[in-house]
């Protein structure tokens, strides 16, 4: 079984500040890792992803995601943000067998004010 | 081209009705997954296809829950009796491929919108 904790639900910011979404997941076997955005009024987007190589993953927008397999960990990370980052982010986890079927975290709302 | 879509978009219903919800993935898509997002959680995982048949039922809550995908690209979810309970966003994903385990056979989930259910 596989679980993912999301230990902030609400996490505010000002705006062209840095942010840390932490995610800590739970799992018999080792699993792939996610991170989803889902925009004011829009569906779930993959933001980035680790699937193997590299324990750092980066967006094209500038968030960065670092695996840390020691402290079953996969926080994610913006050194400044933007009024258009505010939404809420998912971290997930998939078993590597043929069935990718995602366990997602709680979620965390990311609020940029200006 | 075209995205994950989803109908009806919203569906109010009494308690104890039956009700159908449509998921059209993304054309040649092979996998599809139905996931539901109750207020406050994350979603959660209910089934997956992969072609025709459902591979893993595992995460329907009983058995007024169930789903087809008959012809290997359009799937329903079907709830009969509706309860309160069951009020929550049913989402949809697909993804190209499956079936087979390995980095290389790995595929991106598409989300579609959602049908937001709410059972009076």
């Known amino acids: 079984a596989q679980s993912v904790t999301q230990l902030d639900s609400q996490v505010p910011v000002f705006e062209e500040a840095p942010v840390e979404l932490r995610c800590n997941y739970s799992s018999s076997v080792s699993v792939y890792l996610f991170w989803y955005v889902q925009y004011p009024n829009q569906g779930l987007q993959l933001l980035l992803k680790?699937?193997?190589?590299?324990?750092l993953v980066e967006s094209i927008n500038g968030f960065e995601a670092e695996f840390n397999k020691s402290q079953t960990s996969f926080h994610l990370r913006k050194p400044s943000v933007h009024i258009s980052d505010t939404a809420e982010y998912f971290c997930a986890v998939s078993g590597k067998g043929s069935n990718y079927k995602l366990t997602f975290g709680k979620g965390t709302l990311l609020t940029v004010n200006p | 081209g075209a995205g994950v879509s989803q109908t009806p978009s919203n569906k109010v219903t009494e308690k104890g009705k039956y009700v159908e919800l449509r998921c059209d993935p993304i054309?040649?898509?092979?996998?599809l997954y139905w996931y539901r997002q109750s207020l406050g959680q994350g979603p959660e995982f209910l089934i997956y296809?992969?072609?025709?048949?459902?591979?893993?039922d595992s995460g329907l809550p009983n058995d007024r829950f169930f789903a087809v995908r008959p012809e290997g690209s359009v799937s329903t979810l079907k709830i009969q009796r509706t309860e309160r309970g069951d009020s929550a966003v049913y989402l949809c994903?697909?993804?190209?491929?499956?079936?087979?385990?390995?980095?290389?056979?790995?595929?991106?989930?598409?989300f579609g919108p959602g049908t937001r259910l709410t059972v009076l």
């Open positions: 054309s040649g898509h092979t996998a």
């Open positions: 994903a697909s993804s190209p491929g499956g079936g087979t385990s390995g980095l290389s056979s790995y595929n991106e989930q598409f």
């Open positions: 680790y699937l193997s190589g590299s324990t």
């Open positions: 296809f992969q072609g025709t048949g459902a591979a893993d």
